[in-house]
């Protein structure tokens, strides 16, 4: 007997075999935020309770409780909405709304005027702290003093886009944020080899407005004003060339970017370059 094989693309009954397109998903270039859902959840390093991080409208993150509370129990300078991805400090109308994790963290002071319903929430953070400090799930830091001064690593100050940022490592070390085809993160760098790079200069920086009035110091700065505006946005994006390009790759992490304050960063201040020059800088 001949074997009675059904073909290629078919059933043992010779039906169809009906194959599924497959359709990758791809971020659209008008939304606002890049930033997929698996890049938003984390653990506050206070209390170890789960947080969303989401992004504002100027792009500085904002970490927000997951769930949505009653609007009637929320103080007006407390609720914020979510649109497009993108936070918004005041409510959308609706009956619901997020809420800072800062209000609700049982380590830290509130920032807003706390009622009973938001006391209650409070009070079942902290025993959930208690739970996973008793299991060994969660080791809380001492206090914000010591994490600050443990924090010993070199974060230099970049200026590009008319603003000074402060990075969240080395400049030869940052990383790209935008997902691969793998699904995880891009492993190339920021500063590409053959591409412009910024050089080290001298900047003399005071305080921001509002704030006291001190001396004017002077600092290492990792400029990238001179080159490209496109450029220049692309390390605000904290995209490397290939993935810049590509408008539709999702991000996996946010941006390590913060806007550099005097006075909060005093610390990362150096007045002299204590920095190796970047690869392409023409600064020695």
Same mark, same amino acid.
């Given at each position: 007997?001949?074997?009675?094989?059904?073909?290629?693309?078919?059933?043992?009954?010779?039906?169809?075999?009906?194959?599924?397109?497959?359709?990758?998903?791809?971020?659209?270039?008008?939304?606002?935020?890049?930033?997929?859902?698996?890049?938003?959840?984390?653990?506050?390093?206070?209390?170890?309770?789960?947080?969303?991080?989401?992004?504002?409208?100027?792009?500085?993150?904002?970490?927000?409780?997951?769930?949505?509370?009653?609007?009637?129990?929320?103080?007006?300078?407390?609720?914020?909405?979510?649109?497009?991805?993108?936070?918004?400090?005041?409510?959308?109308?609706?009956?619901?709304?997020?809420?800072?994790?800062?209000?609700?963290?049982?380590?830290?002071?509130?920032?807003?005027?706390?009622?009973?319903?938001?006391?209650?929430?409070?009070?079942?953070?902290?025993?959930?702290?208690?739970?996973?400090?008793?299991?060994?799930?969660?080791?809380?830091?001492?206090?914000?003093?010591?994490?600050?001064?443990?924090?010993?690593?070199?974060?230099?100050?970049?200026?590009?886009?008319?603003?000074?940022?402060?990075?969240?490592?080395?400049?030869?070390?940052?990383?790209?944020?935008?997902?691969?085809?793998?699904?995880?993160?891009?492993?190339?760098?920021?500063?590409?080899?053959?591409?412009?790079?910024?050089?080290?200069?001298?900047?003399?920086?005071?305080?921001?407005?509002?704030?006291?009035?001190?001396?004017?110091?002077?600092?290492?700065?990792?400029?990238?004003?001179? /080159?490209? !505006? &496109?450029?220049?946005? @692309?390390?605000? +994006?904290?995209?490397? %060339? #290939? $993935?810049?390009?590509?408008?539709?790759?999702?991000?996996?992490?946010?941006?390590?970017?913060?806007?550099?304050?005097? /006075?909060? !960063? &005093?610390?990362?201040? @150096?007045?002299? +370059?204590?920095?190796? %020059? #970047? $690869?392409?800088?023409?600064?020695?």
């Amino acid at each position: 007997m001949r074997p009675n094989s059904a073909p290629t693309g078919c059933y043992w009954d010779s039906s169809t075999r009906t194959v599924p397109v497959r359709r990758p998903l791809r971020v659209a270039a008008t939304s606002p935020s890049r930033l997929l859902r698996a890049g938003q959840s984390g653990r506050c390093r206070r209390c170890g309770n789960r947080i969303d991080l989401y992004q504002r409208a100027d792009g500085r993150p904002i970490a927000l409780h997951p769930i949505e509370l009653a609007t009637a129990h929320i103080p007006d300078p407390c609720r914020w909405h979510l649109s497009s991805g993108i936070a918004h400090p005041h409510g959308d109308g609706s009956a619901w709304c997020r809420i800072p994790h800062a209000v609700l963290c049982p380590q830290r002071t509130p920032i807003c005027r706390i009622n009973l319903p938001l006391a209650s929430a409070r009070r079942q953070l902290a025993v959930r702290t208690r739970r996973l400090i008793d299991i060994g799930a969660f080791t809380p830091t001492a206090s914000t003093t010591s994490a600050a001064t443990a924090d010993t690593g070199e974060r230099p100050v970049v200026r590009m886009l008319l603003g000074l940022y402060l990075a969240d490592g080395l400049v030869e070390g940052i990383r790209c944020v935008a997902q691969t085809n793998h699904r995880r993160r891009c492993p190339s760098p920021l500063l590409a080899p053959d591409g412009p790079a910024g050089s080290w200069k001298q900047l003399s920086v005071g305080p921001r407005h509002g704030q006291l009035t001190l001396p004017e110091q002077t600092m290492a700065v990792y400029d990238l004003s001179r /080159l490209p !505006h &496109a450029e220049q946005r @692309r390390w605000r +994006l904290q995209r490397c %060339p #290939a $993935h810049a390009a590509s408008h539709g790759a999702a991000d996996l992490a946010l941006a390590g970017w913060q806007i550099f304050d005097p /006075l909060l !960063h &005093a610390q990362h201040l @150096r007045t002299g +370059l204590p920095y190796p %020059p #970047a $690869h392409g800088s023409g600064e020695r």
